[in-house]
């Protein structure tokens, strides 16, 4: 259980366009779902925590018109990348938890490259 | 500000033997959790430690939480290849922050 799937998998995109990741928790509601970036070679790094049917809360220096986060639904997250450029390039993870007493569970991560 | 420091944050050692991963915390948030990366992949869950004295064992790793020194550590028993990944651990409530993680490397 606590199956958390998040899509794409891989994205080359050219600088300027738009791109969604979705997150899902297939076996489980999670109210909360949290997004991560990661570097190469470095930790992960909190961007935001996601609610549902309410607006995501931002870690400082995080580009809310930037990184946009719906979370629609108890199992459906989205961060949508808009007008990436070179430097948005990074590995995005998303997680979810059953409740609050439980590891977060993490999706594959999507690999984002912008050219 | 919660911090999370792991030291070290390399390690290469030989299979067989044993040693161990530290993980310190500034913060009073006492759920700590070890995670393991392999390259190009996502984060897989190892343990999750919630009270002072937790120990928790899977194989050959072994974690344990003390929260008055807010100290966990992973120890690694008669190590093998296989065990080479990236491993983080991280601290927090709802919201958890990450360790740099330790990349470890066992020579065959």
């Known amino acids: 259980g606590a199956v958390v799937s998040q899509h794409p998998s891989w994205v080359i995109c050219k600088s300027g366009t738009s791109v969604k990741i979705e997150c899902r928790s297939l076996d489980f509601q999670a109210t909360t779902m949290f997004w991560y970036r990661q570097f190469p070679k470095q930790s992960l790094m909190l961007m935001a925590t996601?609610?549902?049917?309410?607006?995501?809360?931002?870690e400082q220096g995080v580009e809310k018109d930037k990184f946009l986060i719906n979370h629609a639904s108890l199992t459906l997250s989205t961060l949508t990348v808009t007008s990436a450029h070179p430097e948005d390039s990074s590995f995005y993870i998303c997680s979810a938890s059953r409740d609050s007493d439980q590891p977060q569970h993490f999706g594959d991560g999507t690999r984002l490259s912008i050219l | 500000e919660l911090k999370v420091e792991q030291n070290p944050l390399f390690l290469s050692m030989q299979e067989g033997k044993n040693y161990t991963i530290y993980c310190n915390y500034s913060t009073t948030s006492d759920r700590l959790y070890w995670y393991r990366q392999d390259p190009g992949k996502s984060l897989e869950s190892l343990f999750v430690?919630?009270?002072?004295?937790a120990v928790k064992q899977e194989g050959r790793l072994m974690a344990s939480l003390d929260t008055k020194a807010r100290l966990s550590t992973l120890h690694i028993t008669a190590a093998v290849h296989d065990l080479s990944a990236t491993y983080f651990c991280a601290v927090g409530d709802d919201k958890i922050i990450f360790g740099k993680g330790t990349r470890l490397h066992i020579l065959p």
């Open positions: 996601s609610n549902e049917g309410s607006k995501a809360t931002y």
């Open positions: 430690l919630l009270s002072n004295g």
